[in-house]
């Protein structure tokens, strides 16, 4: 018995390693070999006890296309960029396009709207309230364009920066933490 | 074998000179008893210590594990992704180092494994949430819950720690009340039942056994309700489910009190008192339930459910002697049922049954000379009266019967105080 409960400690254990080292190798994989999309975005700033300060991000991926409501909970998006280098999705499939990027997207089981795949954008929390304001600013000024980095490989995406005017929001922040 | 306080045997050694002076008991066996009682005194002494070390632990691994989950959450941008990595392997790989030592030294006491447990649980959270920090995904809530408690499911078991279960049922409910994420909540929730199962059974400890017990009721029927009320599209479904969710609770709650020989446990009052309040809101309200429009898988596997445990409470029912408890939560949810047919159904059955409840535990009180059942069955029957009497407005006649009704409770309860007066001078 004492034999089986090491051996089930032993098995969970490995688990719990196997899953946080597949999502640090999944992640690592797709910003080295990944292809590049800038996706316009919204924002605003709330607090998780869990994890520190965040911009919550709203992306503005939804298909060009009206979707069809897929039963399953899995679609892929294929991705199109458009004149000014803004990616977006244009249309949803239940099989992953066979050329071509796309995104793996999560349909709520109930409901029509699918889940965007990043919703926060995580950032120390000295930084996160001059990134929120820097970010404001840039939405009230005509023309600023505020953008989110992805890598996608095989239909999976890694935030690699979040821009406004093509400057990394953290270098934003700092400067205006400087003032 | 029972509990011994100290002020107990403090007494009894006060009391053991008298008694040996008066004859009770003789010398040899006042000493004894002396030995015998301070012996006990000790170990329930030792005992108490051990319970106290098992919660200054508990709270150390808490503050240690919250610390950690802190300490991550500050997000470390001027640390490089390598010495991120650290900080979220490091504190996973000493809790699972720890967790190991406890297992392979096969240390089964709660002062080892409720810290081990509380300890795993806290550094593989804090493991998913640097990583999410790192690549900014697991965004929503109930992604984070569902990988986190998926991953803990098996140290629950192991360790069999108290605090672990409590933080995962929160965690599991959690998930129920986030719509997307409802049915994987559910299941959450069905695997941590057995645990809390173990934590409510009658050998259980009294504190234990209380608070499974009440994370049971209480999870139950939040889980009952938000599936209820996030699937079904009437309120006769709602009533239905919550009412076979108590009346399952009322049953199974008064055969745990016959097995363990005791009159009341946290299912049966909560269960019952549910069951009541429901009855007296049911005898104001009328409905019409639609069974089987639009149904989704969801919604048809809670009606299954639901009648499930409305059969297994008829089956129990049909077995035992009958009891009064029973009256609400068997024959209010085949009101519900019958609603369909004739929508005047609920409200008529509720008020009837208001009224014999009241009757048959006034007479039940009479019969074994309990003046707290007679009053009780009164409170029934006068609340009922002023419900009814508020939606006629007819306070004349409402104030009326309330003088009647509380010159009749005055009156019993004279009448049996001085009946059981006469009994015990009888003895």
């Given at each position: 018995m004492k034999m089986l409960r090491i051996i089930v400690f032993i098995l969970a254990s490995l688990l719990v390693l196997f899953v946080v080292s597949f999502k640090i190798i999944r992640a690592e994989i797709t910003l080295a070999r990944g292809e590049s999309f800038r996706f316009p975005i919204a924002g605003y700033d709330p607090h998780d006890i869990f994890r520190g300060r965040y911009l919550a991000i709203r992306m503005?991926?939804?298909?060009?296309k009206n979707p069809e409501r897929n039963l399953s909970r899995k679609v892929y998006g294929n991705i199109i960029v458009d004149e000014k280098n803004l990616a977006h999705i244009e249309q949803l499939s239940p099989e992953a396009p066979e050329s071509g990027a796309y995104l793996t997207l999560n349909y709520p089981l109930y409901g029509n709207r699918f889940d965007p795949p990043f919703e926060r954008y995580y950032m120390n929390e000295k930084l996160a309230p001059e990134a929120e304001r820097v970010l404001a600013e840039a939405w009230r000024k005509e023309g600023s364009d505020t953008v989110l980095l992805l890598k996608v490989y095989k239909g999976f995406a890694v935030i690699e920066d979040l821009q406004i005017d093509g400057r990394p929001i953290r270098e934003l922040a700092r400067e205006a933490g400087r003032r | 074998m029972t509990k011994i306080s100290r002020r107990f045997v403090e007494e009894l050694k006060r009391e053991l000179p008298q008694w040996v002076a008066e004859g009770t008991v003789t010398e040899e066996a006042a000493d004894r008893l002396r030995v015998h009682y301070e012996t006990l005194g000790e170990e329930s002494r030792s005992g108490l210590m051990r319970h106290v070390e098992t919660m200054f632990r508990v709270l150390c691994a808490l503050l240690l594990g919250v610390g950690v989950i802190l300490l991550i959450s500050h997000?470390?941008?001027?640390?490089?992704p390598a010495w991120r990595m650290v900080l979220s392997y490091g504190p996973l790989l000493a809790s699972l180092g720890f967790g190991a030592w406890v297992m392979v030294k096969d240390k089964r006491s709660p002062a080892w494994c409720e810290p081990a447990a509380i300890l795993i649980g806290a550094s593989a959270a804090s493991a998913i949430a640097i990583v999410s920090q790192l690549y900014?995904?697991?965004?929503r809530l109930e992604d984070f819950l569902f990988v986190w408690l998926l991953l803990l499911l098996p140290f629950l078991y192991l360790f069999r720690s108290f605090a672990l279960t409590v933080i995962y049922t929160i965690g599991a409910v959690a998930m129920c009340c986030m719509t997307s994420s409802f049915p994987r909540g559910v299941c959450f929730f069905l695997a941590v039942l057995p645990m809390l199962c173990i934590l409510a059974?009658?050998?259980?400890s009294a504190w234990r056994k209380f608070f499974g017990r009440l994370m049971i009721v209480a999870f139950l029927g939040l889980i009952w309700g938000l599936g209820s009320s996030f699937?079904?599209?009437?309120?006769t479904n709602i009533w239905f489910s919550c009412l076979v969710l108590f009346g399952a609770m009322s049953v199974g709650g008064a055969e745990l009190a016959r097995r363990e020989e005791r009159q009341w446990n946290v299912f049966l009052v909560l269960g019952g008192g549910a069951c009541l309040v429901a009855a007296f809101i049911l005898s104001s309200i009328s409905f019409r339930c639609y069974w089987g429009?639009?149904?989704q898988a969801m919604e048809w596997g809670f009606l299954i459910l639901n009648l499930l445990l409305l059969a297994a409470m008829g089956v129990v029912a049909c077995f035992r002697r009958f009891r009064l408890q029973w009256v609400f939560p068997l024959f209010l949810p085949v009101l519900i049922l019958c609603s369909g047919i004739v929508p005047v159904t609920v409200k008529l059955g509720a008020n009837i049954g208001l009224a014999i409840f009241g009757i048959l535990l006034m007479r039940q009180g009479f019969r074994s000379r309990r003046p707290g059942r007679i009053n009780f069955g009164m409170l029934v029957l006068a609340i009922l009266i002023y419900i009814r009497f508020v939606s006629t407005g007819n306070i004349l006649l409402m104030g009326t019967s309330f003088i009647g009704l509380g010159l009749a409770v005055g009156i019993i309860s004279v009448v049996i105080s001085r009946k059981m007066r006469k009994l015990e001078a009888a003895k």
């Open positions: 503005e991926i939804y298909p060009k | 997000n470390w941008d001027m640390l490089s900014h995904t697991l965004g059974r009658p050998a259980a699937h079904h599209t009437s309120d429009r639009g149904y």
